[in-house]
Nanobody, 124 residues
């Protein structure tokens, strides 16, 4: 099982980035996918979650309208589009997967598989 997050980098404040999470070793169709992030000295926080169906998504209130997650099961890949980036978005971003109901994405229970993280740095 492997989750490979990539697409991070250095971007100016107000810019955009799209992260990708390429998965292998398991059938993505049966898993909800989430993005988390962890900034230096801070706890890890959930950024987004998308259900197996792709119809249900979750974002914390602070990120709604700026971040969008999507999935392409045929490509075994999940995406995170980040717009209007701010310096406080600087963090290592991780993707994670868990078995789930078709329309649900529960971010409050544990995730089974984790990727290695990709660094996003937003310069002000």
């Amino acid at each position: 099982v492997q989750l490979q997050a990539y697409g991070g980098g250095l971007v100016q404040s107000g810019g955009s980035l799209t992260l990708s999470c390429a998965t292998s070793g398991f059938t993505l169709d049966y898993y909800a996918l989430a993005w988390f992030r962890q900034a230096p000295g801070k706890e890890r926080e959930v950024v987004s979650c998308i259900s197996r169906s792709g119809d249900s998504t979750y974002y914390p209130e602070s990120l709604k309208g700026r971040f969008t997650t999507s999935r392409d099961n045929a490509k075994n890949t999940v995406y995170l589009r980040m717009n209007s980036l701010k310096s406080e978005d600087t963090a290592v971003y991780y993707c994670a997967a868990k078995g789930s109901g078709y329309y649900s994405c529960d971010v409050h229970s544990g995730f089974t598989y984790w990727g290695q993280g990709t660094q996003v740095t937003v310069s002000s």
